[in-house]
């Protein structure tokens, strides 16, 4: 190493002893191009940032009963360059000589809409006439989205702690009213957008999940029976006595390999659901139903209990699988085909570590093992994935993160806005319509 240093500074150095010279030529060569990588980053990042407004913009332009006069008449031009205006204003990107073009194709049944905007640089985009971008995306406005959002939702005891510390707190301030509050943004979006058609099923899990609302093809195998729930809690579902919560253990279990292994088979074809006399939660599962059912839903729910976060993503994911018709009391149409038309998506909440297992003999971390195995089964079907972690720990974030599959589909969340954000960007990401660039 000092052979080398003592080479390169003969290089450098001058006969006079100066290496002055030397220097200001190579930082003459390299100011250049810092200033090349700076601008190129502002050009991609604008681009970027320039695609969401205009497939926000798009599909505002589309909420015209009569497209085609809209076309015609200029509204829905004017409609889409006033709402992408606005909104690249509100990014703080400027518009000055910015060019739009809003048009549906009635015989394609396709919007489409460009903008050519010019990127902020400091002299490369414009010498290699670069800066000035042309974005353009597409959507057919009259084909709604069929989406189906399964919410696998923390209610464990914690939940009643306030945010910002690990004390209980009133309601209205708790982890999990904010929680509450952020379902109800999730649902809105999709409420608000006239070309999704969205179903949510909700399944609160704290110690297990309450599986009331199967049927009978539920039960059996050597752990409790629907009977025995009888004398471990008199509160139904709907919050009258005398009905049976039933209290789901471990799917899961270890396969040939030594790795544990959930069963997307429904009970009828495979091994029954094994069931343990839990106690918690009391609030059981809602199959998919309408978005302000499933708002109105998650407003009556309670933290209590542990956290089983596998046993409710293992739930989540039955959820949505139309081969568990039979065991679902659906109130409407049974979920869609995988790798159809249909979307679906699983958002899975928690506020801390993994605490408790309901079958003999399993672990911790076979909990979670057994919790990536479902979110990897869940994601190779096809099923988009995002988690949310509430002021979780460093593992459970890196636990939470490997289960969206990707760091920008997991959302870590310290405060209330935080959580309401986290919602409404899975929405907007689960909706977007962009099927071209």
């Not at 390299?30 to 681009?47: C, E, G, Y």
């Not at 999709?190 to 058609?197: A, E, G, I, M």
């Not at 720990?393 to 969340?413: I, K, Q, W, Y």
Request: hydrophobic share 40%; glycine share 8%.
């Amino acid at each position: 190493m000092h052979v080398f240093s003592s080479r390169l500074y003969s290089m450098l150095r001058r006969e006079d002893g100066s290496i002055a010279a030397t220097s200001g030529l190579l930082m003459t060569l390299m100011v250049p191009t810092i200033i090349a990588a700076v601008d190129l980053t502002n050009i991609s990042k604008t681009r970027e940032e320039v695609q969401a407004h205009l497939d926000g913009a798009l599909i505002a332009a589309t909420k015209f009963d009569n497209l085609t006069e809209a076309n015609d008449s200029g509204k829905l031009h004017d409609r889409g360059h006033r709402f992408l205006f606005n909104s690249l204003r509100s990014a703080d990107i400027a518009t000055e000589n910015a060019e739009t073009s809003f048009e549906y194709d009635t015989g394609a049944n396709v919007m489409r809409g460009s903008v050519e905007i010019v990127a902020p640089t400091i002299f490369t985009g414009r010498i290699l006439g670069i800066d000035r971008l042309v974005v353009t995306s597409e959507v057919v406005p009259r084909e709604k989205i069929e989406l189906e959002v399964a919410l696998s939702i923390d209610v464990s005891g914690s939940m009643a702690w306030a945010i910002d510390s690990d004390t209980p707190t009133t309601v209205g301030s708790r982890r999990i009213d904010a929680l509450q509050e952020g379902v109800r943004s999730l649902a809105s979006v999709f409420d608000n957008n006239r070309l999704v058609d969205a179903r949510i099923s909700v399944i609160p899990y704290s110690s297990s999940v309450n599986i009331a609302t199967t049927t009978e093809v539920i039960g059996g195998g050597d752990a409790a029976t629907p009977a025995d729930m009888t004398t471990i809690n008199g509160i139904a579902p709907d919050g009258s006595a005398g009905s049976n919560p039933i209290w789901a253990a471990e799917r899961a279990e270890r396969s040939g390999n030594g790795k544990m292994q959930i069963s997307a088979k429904p009970p009828k074809e495979s091994k029954k659901t094994p069931l343990k006399a839990v106690g918690t939660p009391k609030a059981p599962v809602l199959p998919l139903s309408d978005t302000q059912a499933a708002a109105t839903y998650i407003s009556t729910v309670e933290p209590e209990g542990g956290t089983a976060g596998h046993i409710g993503a293992e739930w989540a994911f039955y959820s949505l699988l139309p081969k568990w018709q039979d065991v679902w009391e659906h109130p409407g149409k049974a979920p869609g085909e995988l790798n159809s038309a249909t979307r679906k998506v699983i958002v899975i909440i928690t506020d801390g570590d993994f605490t408790v297992t309901q079958t003999e003999g399993l672990t911790i971390d076979d909990a979670y093992e057994a919790f990536q195995n479902t979110c990897k089964t869940a994601r190779e079907a096809g099923i988009m994935v995002y988690t949310i972690g509430l002021k979780v720990s460093a593992m459970t974030d890196a636990e939470l993160t490997r289960c969206a599959g990707a760091e920008d589909n997991h959302f870590p969340v310290g405060d209330r806005t935080a959580i309401a954000d986290a919602f409404t960007q899975i929405a907007e990401k689960a909706t977007r319509l962009r099927i071209s660039k």
